[in-house]
Nanobody, 128 residues
Framework: QVQLVESGGGSVQPGGSLRLSCASSGHTFSNYVMGWFRQAPGKEREFVAA????????VYADSLRGRFTISRDRAKRTGYLQMSSLEPGDTATYYCALSSRGNSISSTLPNVDLYEYWGQGTQVTVSS
């Protein structure tokens, strides 16, 4: 029943900003972990950020902390990834994912194996 739909991707210049959305259905948002990942052509899928409803915790990749911010609208059952000061290295397909393991410790949230449900992805291209 769980479904995730990403939106908000596009092309921006270096230094620009984008906000990605992840609309969810088929679950109670607060019972899950929502993660954001990205994957560039020929590269491994990379953790970006995650929100865990248990304890209301936010986790960010060390290299992205300070530029990317995650948030949620519980009523809309939608998560957001605000990306600022974008760089060419941020170019990738961005995916949101959900895990039913809402009580997972923060150190496990970057693990792709934690997540059971994935969206189709939205493309982000940063170039001048």
């Amino acid at each position: 029943q769980v479904q995730l739909v990403e939106s908000g991707g596009g092309s921006v210049q270096p230094g620009g900003s984008l906000r990605l959305s992840c609309a969810s259905s088929g679950h109670t948002f607060s019972n899950y972990v929502m993660g954001w990942f990205r994957q560039a052509p020929g590269k491994e899928r990379e953790f970006v950020a995650a929100f865990a409803s248990s304890g209301i915790r936010f986790v960010y990749a060390d290299s992205l902390r300070g530029r990317f911010t995650i948030s949620r609208d519980r009523a809309k059952r939608t998560g957001y990834l605000q990306m600022s000061s974008l760089e060419p290295g941020d170019t990738a397909t961005y995916y949101c994912a959900l895990s039913s393991r809402g009580n997972s410790i923060s150190s496990t949230l970057p693990n792709v194996d934690l997540y059971e449900y994935w969206g189709q992805g939205t493309q982000v291209t940063v170039s001048s």
